[in-house]
């Protein structure tokens, strides 16, 4: 299994009386992910930048306990870097850490921060939150504005980098013009389809269908709210938008992205040991094997072969 999304080191860094990565009380950590069977595990550098305002400080808090934790538990996980870091996680049975950042605007537009983060082992940065910061308009904002400049220049800087360029949470004019200005596949790490759920967190038909081309994947998010009308992230609804993505944009663009411990904690699948159920209800949808491994790691991994 891979996950393209939790938000579990922000949980870490707000209340350490819960637990460590190890064992902790929310629904994603090493030992739930062993039982899982986790592949590669995403783990968001989430900062929200009204309730920091020095959001780069905050990003280096984070990344500090991020490399802490992942240190001190190295025996069961490794921070990875690269495809050849991927490989050694699937040879040594090893969680893999793929380190993202949630809100690009922490970089305040320094294409020197930028490369810094690289250095610092960032693989995967999330163009917006829920604020226009300097590099593009959220998903609440204006639909039809473009990346500013500077937005353009981060990207392509990402991409020449070998950062994976996640349009989750952006725009639908930001979203669509990175289809034109990038080479390489980009991804949603955490989104459904709008079609489906009409909020403007999930992609529409057309934003869908451009990742897809691009060879891009889409994360299913977990979160109620982008799911369905039930008080509950129910597995049906989960599967729902899978097939439907899946119908759309074919077997390689649909992945993972739960947003575990950044979204409400009603679910219906328990915490990410209990993966397993998701996968048999994809199974008893009528899907085979070979393409419910494609949603639960193989389009993933097939993507980081390609970037990292």
Known sequence: MIDLHCDTVMCLIDDLSQGDLYENSWKIDIKRLQRAKSRIQDFALYVNMEKHPNSYARYCDMLALFQEQVTTYSNHIMHIRSYADIKACYDTNKIGALLSVEEGGVFEGDLNKLRKAYDDGVRLITITWNYANGLGEPHCGDATKSLTSKGVEFVELMEDLGMIVDCSHLNDGGIKQLGQILRKPFIASHSNARALTNHSRNLSDELITLIANKGGVIGLNFAQAFLGTSSISR???????????????????????TDFDGIRPDTE?????HMPELYDAFIKAGLSEDSVDKIFWKNADRLFKEIL
Do not use: C
């Open 235 to 257: 597995i049906e609804d989960i599967v729902k938008h899978g097939l439907y993505i899946r119908n759309l944009g074919g077997d390689d663009v649909v992945a993972l992205g």
């Open 269 to 273: 699948i328990e915490d990410i040991a």
